[in-house]
């Protein structure tokens, strides 16, 4: 499924462009326009969902396969041996600002705790 007034959906259709870092089967992994971090990628499902609540409830192993995607672009971003956060906004309250369902993939610098 594909929302055709989704940004991210734009981006997996090509219409939009991105810096694509890796495709997967169900994945698309680009460079977030905006970095908060020297590494900062974000990981999506090429189907549209709004969120992970959406995600976990239609379709069980999808947050699976973008955990697994996401460890991916760590290694071949270098910060999988030294650490790497994976972050996964749900709701406007939490700073969702595109409602297709991304994972924050954050690493190259120290990360304090808590964050936000």
């Not at 259709?13 to 900062?40: L, S, Y």
């Not at 959406?54 to 699976?64: E, Q």
């Amino acid at each position: 499924m594909v929302d055709p007034d989704c940004l991210f959906c734009k981006i997996v259709e090509g219409e939009v462009p991105a810096e694509i870092v890796r495709e997967g089967e169900r994945t698309v992994a680009f460079r977030d326009i905006n970095p908060q971090a020297p590494t900062h990628v974000l990981v999506i499902p090429r189907e549209h969902h709004p969120d992970v609540a959406s995600a976990s409830a239609g379709d069980t192993g999808l947050m699976d396969v973008l955990a697994r995607e996401a460890h991916e672009v760590a290694v071949a971003e270098g910060i999988a041996e030294t650490g790497y956060r994976l972050v996964f906004n749900t709701g406007a309250g939490a700073g969702q600002t595109v409602f297709h369902l991304h994972g924050h993939l954050l690493g190259g610098r120290g990360l304090n705790w808590p964050p936000g």
